[in-house]
């Protein structure tokens, strides 16, 4: 038996992203592309739906302490949600936050170009939970949004 392309497989956040993410920026709408004239005629963009579950789709941009590869470490995540999610945690610095998703899959996907080809995954996740504080272990505390993200890493 095969296994379909766009299999979502389940993963522990601690897995995936030992050291945890950091949220730079806001959430932000995920909207399709839209043409010039589209844009000339004073058309509104349309929010992207996530094929699979129905729901909005939202955007954040994340950083992977644990990623040794500069330019893998920052990507960005797509959230899915009914309302735009918010992340349970206040802000370390300006603009960042530490945060935790939570029901977590990834998805295996090839990235980059020509020879530079490597192994990446889209990451999805049904919310956010507030990371443990440093020094303890992780929270088990879930938040009140359900949010789904998607993001490479390598």
Known sequence: ???PKGHRFPIEFDEAFPQGLVMVGEVSPDTEYQSREDR????????RVDEA?????????VTDPSESNAKRASFEVTLVAKVQPVPPTSEALPG???IEL?????EPKVAG?????YQSYVF????????????????GKPSASGSESSAKAA
């Open 1 to 3: 038996m095969a296994i």
């Open 40 to 47: 000339a005629m004073g058309k509104p963009a349309r929010q």
């Open 53 to 61: 579950t129905g729901l909005l789709q939202w955007k954040v941009t």
């Open 96 to 98: 960042m936050r530490p």
């Open 102 to 106: 939570e029901g977590l899959t990834a």
């Open 113 to 117: 170009n020509g020879e530079f080809k």
């Open 124 to 139: 999805r996740a049904t919310g956010f939970k507030a990371p443990a504080a440093a020094g303890g272990g992780r929270s």
